[in-house]
């Protein structure tokens, strides 16, 4: 496969998701020319239904959406390619190079997209359990779906719990499943006071049934739930960043400036990957401003 583009880009995005096709729309809208490549891997794919994202007062499936974002951006012109980074490269007067499958293309900027990945929890059955709602990553996008029912936390360290205490805004009848380590005792407290039922250190088995999961714990004890919120963490998908030495916050996230431009003039970074709070809707925010920052910064050169 032949590189066809024969002069630098404006602008190529690394990632498919929400925030990189967001861009994409942007800047072709801007008149850009901009090339996206995808991997397939956005975590959008994997969400049966948001309920939280503006204008679709039904929810909307992740697919779905990906697939309408698509059909936009492909409106405008925008060119999306199946593909890994592995590599990106900047000389002091030279555009950026980003390679990907033995192609090599060239871009005066750089938007990163890569988005994050979640800790998956060693369970049997969790794909199927993800599509039917079972098990769940984010209480932010689907809190409320927990009011009423019986829930369980699957978690680590003082993230575990400080997700344990924001779900419990939601689902009164919560369990505590505290993974590998023993809870230490100031957070045995915050726990306490909110009368959450604490399973302490690593369950024999958890396993997901038909209709939620079930578990046996170290002391013999069993317990079902209706749902399983898995607060393990999330790694940002960082190797780009990492390779051109980018500043990054301590959870990995790339930092940028209010322009969403990291530490190195040309390269933004927006969605999951960077610095914030991992929303859909913050995603395709970030997209925006990242894009009519590339613009501007563009116009501003000869």
């Not at 088995?205 to 393990?232: K, R």
Request: charged fraction near 20%; charge should be negative; aromatic fraction near 8%.
């Amino acid at each position: 496969m032949e590189n066809d583009f024969l002069s630098p880009l404006d602008c190529v995005v690394v990632g498919g998701g929400a925030a990189g096709l967001t861009a994409a729309i942007y800047l072709n809208r801007f008149c850009r020319t901009v090339l996206v490549i995808d991997s397939g891997c956005s975590r959008l794919s994997l969400i049966p239904s948001t309920q939280n994202y503006p204008g679709f007062p039904s929810g909307v499936n992740g697919q779905e959406l990906l697939k309408r974002l698509h059909l936009q951006a492909g409106r405008f012109g925008a060119s999306i390619r199946n593909g890994v980074v592995s590599e990106i490269s900047k000389g002091k007067t030279q555009p950026f190079e980003i390679r990907s499958d033995s192609v090599s293309y060239f871009a005066k900027t750089v938007i990163l997209a890569t988005g994050s990945t979640d800790v998956v929890p060693q369970i049997e059955g969790h794909e199927k359990a993800l599509k039917n709602a079972f098990l769940r990553y984010c209480p932010i996008c689907d809190g409320f779906e927990a009011i009423g029912k019986k829930v369980a936390v699957l978690g680590a360290g003082r993230h575990g719990v400080n997700e344990a205490i924001f779900i419990h805004h939601y689902a009164k009848d919560l369990t505590y499943i505290n993974f590998p380590d023993g809870v230490a005792a100031e957070n045995m407290e915050l726990l306490a006071e909110r009368d959450i039922k604490i399973f302490d250190g690593s369950p024999n088995s958890l396993v997901f049934a038909e209709y939620g999961v079930s578990g046996v714990f170290g002391d013999g004890s069993q317990a079902s739930f209706d749902v399983l919120y898995s607060a393990l963490g999330l790694n940002p998908n960082n190797e780009m960043a990492r390779l051109l030495k980018l500043h990054l916050d301590v959870d990995g996230q790339v930092k940028v400036d209010d322009h969403m431009q990291s530490s190195l003039e040309g390269f933004f970074a927006i969605g999951d990957v960077a610095h914030g709070l991992n929303q859909i809707s913050v995603a395709t925010g970030h997209a925006a401003i990242a894009a009519t920052a590339v613009h501007n910064l563009l116009c501003g050169r000869k």
